[in-house]
């Protein structure tokens, strides 16, 4: 068997999940694909991959393996001669926080697909943080103050965490005018670990706070949390981009502007050894100036949406 197909199989499965859905995509059979592994790690002298119930994991010289794989496969796609006709076509593996990816990201991968039908796209969707070169992800849209590494960040704007409520829940109670007062209402929270959570605030120019407030009602999706706010079920806690359109229809109103906790970056995240690929850089270039207009648009919206 080629190296490089059996490479290119690997790094598949990886992608995949399966072996079988890595041969399903080179059209060849799972035992091709059971002989791609079974090759590469005779060529390695150790074992690379471990196969379960529970699907594929990459031992730790695997994931030394992997990283090279890709780095060799990503150089070769660079050089074939439908990149340089300016063609961009190929698998790109993207991931972001699920709300973030379903407001954000998918609308702005439709357009890109629009744009070059010869590329497949897959979003990992998850609120958690990926290992990008264990889970074959290319680009990650990270919301965070990233630590130093080897990947390269692009920021692209900011969201803030702010509180807000509906009209009708502010006109029933008080509305609150320093975390305090968070004490006298119901707050919704966004994890069901506890009826408690801990919310944090500005307590001046440099310092923050956090401050524990009672939960009547926890839950794990963040957008079910904001629907019950709507409801008028009381204050909830969420990410600028994932109110926006609410504060500007009116249905909710910001509070405790003057307290919020200092803005996160949005940055999109991808690996230096992939940063020539046609792909990649198709992306980044196609994303980068949407997601500046959508973030802008909504600092303007969340600067106009304190309740008095």
């Known amino acids: ?163 807000c409520a509906s009209p009708d829940y502010l006109e029933r109670r008080r509305t609150p005018q320093t975390p305090a007062d968070l004490s006298d209402h119901l707050c919704i929270g966004l994890s069901a670990d506890a009826n408690q959570e801990l919310w944090t605030f500005r307590t001046s120019a440099t310092r923050t706070r956090a401050v524990q407030v009672r939960t009547a009602l926890s839950i794990t999706s963040a957008g079910a949390g904001i629907d019950a706010a709507l409801r008028g079920q009381g204050l909830v806690r969420a990410r600028s981009y994932q109110v926006a359109d609410q504060l500007a229809a009116g249905r909710l109103q910001r509070v405790l502007a003057d307290f919020e906790p200092p803005a996160i970056p949005v940055s999109i995240v991808f690996r230096p050894t992939l940063q020539r690929q046609t792909l990649m850089r198709s992306f980044v270039d196609h994303a980068a100036p949407v997601f500046r207009r959508e973030l802008a648009r909504i600092a303007t919206i969340t600067d106009g949406s304190v309740a008095s």
């Open 1 to 163: 068997m080629d190296r490089l197909d059996a490479m290119a199989m690997v790094v598949a499965a990886i992608d995949e999940g399966s072996l079988a859905a890595a041969a399903r995509r080179f059209g060849r059979s799972a035992a091709a694909a059971t002989r791609a592994i079974a090759f590469l790690e005779a060529a390695a002298g150790e074992t690379l991959l471990l196969r379960s119930t529970r699907g594929l994991r990459l031992t730790e010289a695997g994931e030394r393996h992997i990283a090279v794989w890709r780095e060799v496969l990503a150089r070769l796609d660079e050089v074939r001669p439908e990149r340089n006709a300016g063609i961009v076509a190929g698998t790109l593996v993207l991931t972001a926080p699920e709300l973030f990816g379903r407001l954000q990201l998918v609308p702005l991968l439709e357009s890109f697909l629009e744009k070059h039908p010869r590329v497949q796209v897959r979003a990992l969707l998850l609120n958690r943080v990926v290992d990008m070169v264990g889970e074959g992800v290319d680009i990650a849209i990270r919301l965070a103050h990233l630590e130093e590494s080897s990947l390269v960040a692009i920021k692209v704007g900011e969201v803030r965490q702010v509180v």
